[in-house]
């Protein structure tokens, strides 16, 4: 009951339509609502296509917000959905956001 809570303005992030090889950047942007502090124990991408730009390390104290910024390079196109995976102090544990859209061009 006194775990920390990762309230995020989007799960998923919709990039539409992009090119083959071109890079989209995004922020998932969230706050603490919780009563504690709370801690990021990792974040990995599901593929090597979205690359992490830095996560909040320190710990996010309630009240305060911060983001998971990355960056999405797909390399095969048609529909792509990809994850990022957070594992932190909260219950539970585990939560995943989404990277989804149209992917066009030529491989």
């Known amino acids: 009951e006194n775990a920390p809570v990762m ?13 083959v090889g071109s890079t989209v950047k995004h922020s998932f942007k969230f706050k603490n609502t ?19 730009k830095g996560w909040p390390k320190e710990p996010i104290a309630p009240g305060e917000s911060a983001e998971i910024p990355i960056e999405f390079t797909p390399n095969v196109t048609g529909q792509n959905e990809k994850s990022v995976s ?10 995943k956001l989404r990277i989804r859209g149209t992917v066009v061009g030529t491989n």
């Open 7 to 19: 309230e995020f303005e989007n799960e998923t992030f919709e990039f539409e339509n992009i090119a």
């Open 86 to 95: 957070i594992v932190a102090n909260t219950i539970p544990s585990t939560k």
């Open 34 to 52: 919780g009563k504690v502090a709370l801690l990021l124990f990792d974040v990995k991408a599901s593929c090597g296509c979205t690359v992490l």
